[in-house]
């Protein structure tokens, strides 16, 4: 058994900064389930998105949000994320966390944003930010980093969440965590699809330990599709919005653009828009892919701006300073997620959800590029605000403990059926609860998944690993996705639906909630 003052699971953007923080005011231990720069954030190419150019303000970044949100975000948390950012990313700077200047901070604009704004570190934003993150961990000896151990379920007394069961996977035992405040920062879950750029930590875990506890989970049904994934690259190598941003276009097999023939802002409109119609143009010409065109932006341009792209794209035979590089869309970001109010409470007292893990309504049906990584940041420091004179009153009373699943077997070996059953689940999303959607296809999907869910229940009855787990996580997940998605009869976002293709303000600008008793409901 251990104790904590804070317990944080994930380590991305969200969940070191929050520690970093915190760590001011009490001991922190986090823990994740790979080395600890395994992560979405480590991955992420563009930036952050902020207010540092004198012809831009946040009331046109709040519209920018609002818009690429297609109705549905939460205004007061679109303007807390905004006003904060250009704060919290000073901060980075004062860590040491080098973003491209030329007097001032260089700015990128990108797909919906109405000005330059998005900061970054050459087109590895992510990996610098990550690493600045990690070696200041490193050094801080309040803080203690546990790679290779997984929350297995969380600890919930009376609605109170007291710790974590977790797994230590390299030496197959479980530990029990106790702490003052537990926070969920454990990303998305883009590893439930076929086709994904996120990596293999996106397994849904932190969304899924929150279900199981009884959390609710809100606007499930809104999975973001990025439009440009390097086509046969596994995990799909993303091509970063801001190549379109900065001109590049999208041509079909014919060398015909396209987008401007569906949506007035053509390359550059929303990601759903975009992915949709992408897909459609594929299904037209009968074609597995599209081409991203960025050829006239010039080769020594690209070499110097996206060094790590043309890097990539060139491992895959595609050198996108001389010809147009074949793409296709990826799932990419949850919008929904655990519920939390503005300050990352959840309805589970004690238990706290911070970055894509979590669901304010900051990002309503579909996200603004570039504003995740500053959510994390921003509604971080804004929990360390809210938890950093509680957590004194708080205690780890021993008497109040239960027991947790510490009496669980572990399988040291993986079995086969679990990575088969994982590869069918992923199929299926794909396949009937993906971009396009229809209630036939969601309808079978859903008996699909209830009969993985069961085949699920029978491994887990033998014992749990990583791979176990991770399975369970991910059918949870993709369950409450569907059913979401099934409940919701309007396109909105990144929920497109052919039965209801238009968007139904009157009837559905509202939120989805679900949690684990199954009931699915919808609020204002």
Request: charged share 30%; hydrophobic share 35%; proline share 2%.
């Amino acid at each position: 058994m251990k104790k904590t003052d804070f317990l944080v699971i994930g380590s991305g953007i969200a969940g070191l900064s929050f520690a970093l923080k915190a760590s001011k005011f009490g001991d922190v231990t986090i823990i994740t389930k790979d080395w600890v720069q395994e992560s979405n954030t480590f991955f992420a190419q563009g930036g952050l998105a902020a207010v540092f150019s004198k012809d831009d303000s946040f009331e046109l970044h709040v519209r920018d949000t609002l818009r690429a949100g297609d109705g549905l975000c939460n205004k007061k948390a679109a303007e807390i994320l905004i006003k904060n950012a250009p704060k919290e990313i000073k901060w980075l700077e004062k860590i040491g966390v080098r973003f491209d200047r030329n007097g001032r901070l260089s700015l990128s604009k990108e797909a919906v944003h109405s000005k330059a704004r998005i900061v970054h570190s050459g087109d590895i934003t992510g990996r610098e930010v990550e690493n600045v993150l990690v070696k200041n961990i490193g050094k801080n000896k309040r803080i203690r980093l546990y790679q290779n151990h997984m929350a297995v379920d969380l600890i919930v007394e009376k609605n109170r969440c007291l710790g974590a069961c977790v797994l230590d996977i390299k030496n197959n035992k479980l530990i029990d965590v106790f702490a003052k405040g537990i926070v969920l920062a454990t990303g998305g879950i883009g590893r439930i699809y076929a086709n994904t750029c996120n990596h293999g930590i996106a397994t849904g875990d932190g969304i899924a330990a929150a279900y199981l506890a009884g959390a609710e989970l809100q606007d499930m049904e809104f999975m973001q599709f990025h439009p440009t994934g390097l086509y046969k690259s596994d995990p799909t190598f993303l091509i970063s919005e801001t190549l379109r941003g900065e001109g590049g276009v999208l041509k079909n097999k014919y060398g015909k653009r396209f987008m401007p023939g569906y949506h007035r802002d053509g390359d550059v409109a929303p990601r759903d828009v975009v992915s949709k119609f992408s897909l459609i143009e594929m299904r037209k010409t009968k074609s597995n892919c599209v081409w991203l065109d960025v050829t006239s932006l010039g080769s020594a341009y690209l070499k110097k701006r996206f060094p790590n792209i043309r890097k990539e794209c060139l491992v895959y035979g595609a050198d996108l300073a001389k010809e147009p590089i074949p793409v296709a869309p990826t799932a990419h970001y949850i919008c929904g997620g655990v519920r939390t109010n503005l300050n990352g409470e959840t309805s589970i007292k004690n238990l706290y959800a911070i970055g894509e893990v979590s669901c304010s309504g900051l990002h309503g049906a579909d996200r603004l590029a570039s504003n995740s990584l500053t959510d994390g940041l921003v509604f971080g420091t804004r929990l360390v605000n809210k938890l950093k004179k509680s957590i004194k009153k708080e205690k780890i009373n021993i008497k109040e403990i239960i027991k947790s699943k510490n009496q669980l077997k572990i399988i040291k070996k993986s079995i086969k059926k679990t990575k088969s059953l994982k590869n069918k689940l992923k199929e299926l999303m794909w396949d009937k609860v993906g971009i396009i959607r229809n209630k036939k296809g969601l309808s079978s999907a859903l008996k699909d998944i209830k009969k993985i869910e069961k085949e699920t229940g029978r491994i887990l009855n033998d014992g749990i690993n990583k791979e176990i787990l991770e399975l369970r996580n991910m059918v949870i997940v993709s369950k409450t996705i569907t059913m979401s998605a099934l409940g919701r009869k309007e396109s909105r976002g990144t929920h497109f639906i052919d039965e209801y293709p238009i968007r139904n303000d009157r009837s559905w600008q509202k939120h989805s909630l679900i949690k684990k008793s199954g009931i699915l409901k919808f609020f204002k």
